[in-house]
């Protein structure tokens, strides 16, 4: 058993695959329609076979108020692990992106959170331990 796709919920599923792909260098990996769904998913560069990103719309009622709930709280809804979080935050500063915490040192990783546009709070996440 492994994990192949893990969901964030998206405010504009187009918007999402710009700041996704031209943004923060993932790959776009699936892209389909069925009527007014539309299944659309990215991967890192790094790992393409690896597990994907569903970019869900939250058109969803409950995917909306999850989304809002989590974002409310200033909680992520996603962390991605970066070998040098200060390198990644001059990097996606320089091309614009809001953060909500600048790096940051906590018990065990260095992290920053990051606005992705699209309603989310993403954390960029290096491990000290282990």
Request: proline share 4%; with cysteine; aromatic share 10%.
């Amino acid at each position: 058993m492994r994990i192949k796709w893990t969901t964030v919920y998206v405010s504009d599923q187009a918007k999402a695959l710009h700041f996704y792909t031209d943004v923060l260098g993932f790959q776009k990996k699936a892209d389909f329609s069925h009527g007014n769904y539309r299944w659309l998913t990215v991967a890192s560069p790094e790992d393409p076979e690896g597990v994907e990103l569903l970019l869900e719309s939250n058109a969803n009622p409950a995917g909306k108020a999850y989304q809002e709930a989590l974002y409310g709280q200033g909680k992520p809804a996603a962390q991605f692990l970066v070998n040098d979080v200060q390198a990644e935050h001059d990097r996606l500063a320089a091309k614009g992106v809001k953060f909500t915490m600048p790096v940051t040192a906590v018990t065990g990783s260095i992290i920053a959170v990051l606005d992705d546009t699209c309603g989310n709070l993403i954390q960029l996440t290096k491990l000290t331990w282990g």
